[in-house]
């Protein structure tokens, strides 16, 4: 998943919506384009954090809460993946939803949204007001706290932050060139304890990587189940047809991504937190809430012959945190 530039208007610095320079002596480095942020990231509560074979449903629920956010505003192909006739889109250009365990406790605790044909203001409103996701069933509610919005150059190269007046909110993200972020306020420093769980969070205080979901490498490992988009046997006892094995719809998978094959495909079991027991495959909960759901399961470990980067989501439900590798 490639991200492609949105539209990019030229405009002063003093006309960047809602943001408000403070440190004027980082001007020279800043560009003079503005472009859409694509990506979201938010971290979750202490508290009710829900275990990682929940990916899934949280991840519809996350999309759900966006959808409510924007009920009042026009339809967002971005967020809902669909054109306001419901028809859905082609390609995977509108948003990826995926959760993600980063201290390897086996409870999601971020959650990445990733848009590459950008957001538009609109749902970035619904993003910032995107405070609590409530619970199912007799589970707890989690609240949702946004520690960045921009583009994936925050993930190319060093950042150095601009602070934005309003609490939790982020505007548009500079191309290129910064990262920008929400300052401390009486909400958010309510919140200090759940920022300071943050394990990622570097002791110089850079945490512009707070997922290595968009990290370079060539290896690659499973995090989530690879959801088949095709049945692997054909019944009746006839064997597998090779284009059908499990390895060979990943190979797809990878290249409908514009990735290359892997050199090195490798199976594995589950998914393997730190300290804990194995996560198999098959205790995942791979359907959506509308009754669909892949045709197998299966987990990886690959190589590329020359690093490639993220995000690597593919197959069925990959827009809801199935199929997900991360770098080895």
Known sequence: MTERPGNMTAVARSEVPAVHLRDFSIAPSLPSLVRSPSLAIFQLGLSSRPSVTAILPFAEQVRRALIRNRADTSHSEAITGKRADGVPLEGHEHAHYLPTDEDGDGLLDHVTIYCPRGFDEADVEAIRNLRTIYGRGNRGDVRMILI??????????????????????????????????????ANSQANSNHRAADTHQRADGDVRRPTEIFATSKRWVSVTPFSLPRFPNRGGGKPPRPRDLPEAQLVQ????????????????????????PMVRWLEFQTKRFKGTQGKGLAGFEIEFAEPDAGPIA?????????????PV
């Open 148 to 185: 960045r919005l921009g583009g994936v150059e925050m993930f190319a190269k060093p950042a150095r932050c601009l602070s934005v007046t309003e609490p939790g909110a982020v505007a548009t993200g500079l191309a290129g060139a910064n990262t920008i972020e929400a300052e401390p306020s």
């Open 253 to 276: 998978e990878l290249a409908a991504r514009g990735l290359p094959d892997p050199v090195s495909i490798k199976r594995i079991e589950g998914y393997q937190p730190n300290g804990r």
């Open 314 to 326: 593919v197959g069925f439900g990959c827009h809801f945190g199935l199929g997900l590798f991360l």
